[in-house]
């Protein structure tokens, strides 16, 4: 699941400043999943940080382009507790930009 996770955000960052239109489109569909707060799919985002115990929301804010989740998941009081467990994650840009 890390590995899952390891590859969208290295996704994500390779194609944050795409200007044509395939990779304009990988990027969106890369903002996409990390926008959802689906936990029905087994590699969805959610999903892969409930299980790995990552939050979710830490992880957005670490990425530009203000992702934020679609949807609430649960209404607001639902204990959805998930607490960076130490993983370490490599959440930064490519080289050269």
Known sequence: MLA???DAIASFWRYYRARTGRSRRLF???RAWFATDDIAEPFAFATICDALGLDRAWLRRMLPGKVR???PAAPPGDDQR???IGTELT???CEGD
């Open 4 to 6: 899952v996770l390891n």
């Open 28 to 30: 969106q569909r890369e």
């Open 69 to 71: 989740p679609a949807a």
């Open 82 to 84: 998930a607490i960076a």
């Open 91 to 93: 959440i930064g840009c």
